[in-house]
């Protein structure tokens, strides 16, 4: 019994398209599960989650305006 099989040509494509997409998925998924756990340690331990970079720029900005203001 003989069986004649096509493939499309644009499967290839699609699977590959899928594969990367699912790894770059992926990888997100872990950086946010990543985050999430470091944070919860760092809350049971006391310490609070880290301050972003744009909180740490407001901050800074904020002192620099009450020290010219005391002056």
């Known amino acids: 019994m003989k069986f004649f099989a096509y493939v499309d ?3 290839g ?3 590959w398209q899928s594969a990367v997409a699912g790894v770059v998925g ?3 998924y872990l ?3 990543r985050r999430w ?5 760092r809350k049971m331990l006391g310490r609070g ?6 909180a ?14 005391a002056r």
Request: aromatic share 8%; net charge positive; glycine share 2%.
């Open 26 to 28: 992926f990888l997100f």
């Open 13 to 15: 494509a699609l699977i």
């Open 37 to 41: 756990i470091v944070n919860t340690f």
């Open 31 to 33: 950086k946010k599960s």
């Open 56 to 69: 740490a720029k407001v901050a800074a900005a904020e002192k620099a305006e009450a020290e010219s203001h």
């Open 49 to 54: 989650p880290k301050p972003s970079v744009s």
């Open 9 to 11: 040509p644009g499967l």
